[in-house]
């Protein structure tokens, strides 16, 4: 297995990046190759510095940067020598099984709609994150950011690809899928949220519990959490930011230790033809290390062919 990790993405590239490709190099079995992508000579020299031998990694020079703030089409268009960009052609050739990265975002779908496509019959490819729970394990939210506006025939497929993913990765038997709501009858919510309801009520494909409010996010009641990327990044950015205040007052909690997002490195895109991660720009190298991890894991349970077995 080869994973590419775009090493000049992120707020701290390429030193995170490098330091996270360390530590999972002394995690991933020897079969698992780390191909770094972006300044070769500067990553070679920083390992050698660190001590670690240049030749256990795979290197591709690449002399181009795709910034976070720039514009994600223009940028992958025009930056053809890009780390992204570059990581992508290898994803598209068939010369990398994963590729990850915690740079710019709309370039990384971007790259992901317009390189290995979207798989037939799905309408939006969406990201997930990882809820917690009180009692132990965790659910599965999306999508949380990449679709801020979704049609009820968007949510559907959002049921079926977290489905598919909680199961296959995650390995939670028949996992509960809900639809955050502002309360749980099925008239309740918006004329999107009623819709989404009345095709998921009597589904086959994924086991639908109904509809969830805010206070079910961190209990046993729901294991997949359906929403729109609006909704769902704002659920996301605020559970990150009540970690930081717990963080800053000194309050010392197992489970909110939980919320550290650099236990889970970061997503896959759902629905596209390719293992492709997107990782926080802040990572740091534990979540750079994770995110090679979770890769391998989700490219080892063969997930992208196994939802593209079910919309087939």
Same mark, same amino acid.
């Given at each position: 297995?080869?994973?590419?990790?775009?090493?000049?993405?992120?707020?701290?590239?390429?030193?995170?990046?490098?330091?996270?490709?360390?530590?999972?190099?002394?995690?991933?079995?020897?079969?698992?190759?780390?191909?770094?992508?972006?300044?070769?000579?500067?990553? !070679?020299?920083?390992?050698?510095?660190?001590?670690?031998?240049?030749?256990?990694?795979?290197?591709? =020079?690449?002399?181009?940067?795709?910034?976070?703030?720039? =514009?994600?089409?223009?940028?992958?268009?025009?930056?053809?020598?890009?780390?992204?960009?570059?990581?992508?052609?290898?994803? !598209?050739?068939?010369?990398?099984?994963?590729?990850?990265?915690?740079?710019?975002?709309?370039?990384?779908?971007?790259?992901?709609?317009?390189?290995?496509?979207?798989?037939?019959?799905?309408?939006?490819?969406?990201?997930?994150?990882?809820?917690?729970?009180?009692?132990?394990?965790?659910?599965?939210?999306?999508?949380?950011?990449?679709?801020?506006?979704?049609?009820?025939?968007?949510?559907?497929?959002?049921?079926?690809?977290?489905?598919?993913?909680?199961?296959?990765?995650?390995?939670?038997? #028949?996992?509960?899928?809900?639809?955050? %709501?502002?309360?749980?009858?099925?008239?309740?919510?918006?004329?999107?949220?009623?819709?989404?309801?009345?095709?998921?009520?009597?589904?086959?494909?994924?086991?639908?519990?109904? #509809?969830?409010?805010?206070?079910?996010?961190?209990?046993?009641?729901?294991?997949?959490?359906?929403?729109?990327?609006?909704?769902?990044?704002?659920?996301?950015?605020? +559970?990150?930011?009540?970690?930081?205040?717990?963080?800053?007052?000194?309050?010392?909690?197992?489970?909110?230790? !939980?919320?550290?997002?650099?236990?889970?490195?970061?997503?896959?895109?759902?629905?596209? #033809?390719?293992?492709?991660?997107?990782?926080?720009?802040?990572?740091? +190298?534990?979540?750079?290390?994770?995110?090679?991890?979770?890769?391998?894991?989700? %490219?080892?349970?063969?997930?992208?062919?196994?939802? !593209?077995?079910?919309?087939?």
């Amino acid at each position: 297995m080869r994973i590419g990790l775009d090493i000049m993405g992120g707020d701290y590239a390429p030193k995170n990046c490098l330091d996270g490709a360390i530590l999972a190099l002394k995690e991933l079995p020897p079969e698992v190759k780390i191909v770094l992508i972006g300044d070769s000579e500067a990553a !070679k020299t920083y390992l050698t510095e660190k001590k670690v031998k240049p030749e256990s990694f795979e290197f591709v =020079h690449t002399t181009q940067i795709i910034e976070m703030a720039e =514009h994600p089409t223009k940028a992958f268009s025009q930056k053809p020598q890009s780390s992204i960009a570059v990581g992508f052609k290898m994803l !598209k050739d068939q010369q990398l099984d994963a590729f990850a990265s915690a740079g710019n975002t709309g370039a990384m779908l971007v790259g992901s709609m317009f390189s290995v496509k979207a798989i037939p019959g799905i309408i939006r490819p969406c990201i997930t994150t990882i809820l917690p729970k009180i009692n132990g394990g965790f659910g599965i939210m999306l999508d949380v950011g990449t679709n801020a506006d979704c049609k009820p025939d968007v949510l559907y497929q959002f049921g079926v690809l977290g489905s598919i993913y909680a199961k296959e990765v995650y390995k939670i038997e #028949n996992p509960k899928v809900g639809l955050l %709501n502002i309360g749980e009858e099925p008239e309740k919510g918006n004329l999107v949220a009623q819709s989404a309801y009345n095709l998921m009520k009597e589904t086959k494909e994924f086991n639908f519990i109904g #509809n969830v409010e805010g206070r079910d996010l961190f209990g046993d009641k729901v294991d997949v959490i359906v929403c729109d990327g609006f909704v769902g990044n704002i659920v996301l950015k605020t +559970a990150e930011a009540f970690y930081r205040l717990i963080m800053k007052r000194k309050r010392n909690d197992e489970y909110f230790d !939980k919320f550290n997002y650099e236990l889970y490195g970061g997503t896959p895109i759902l629905g596209v #033809n390719s293992t492709v991660m997107i990782g926080h720009g802040i990572s740091s +190298a534990l979540a750079f290390k994770n995110m090679l991890v979770l890769a391998k894991d989700v %490219n080892d349970a063969k997930l992208n062919d196994k939802i !593209k077995t079910l919309f087939s």
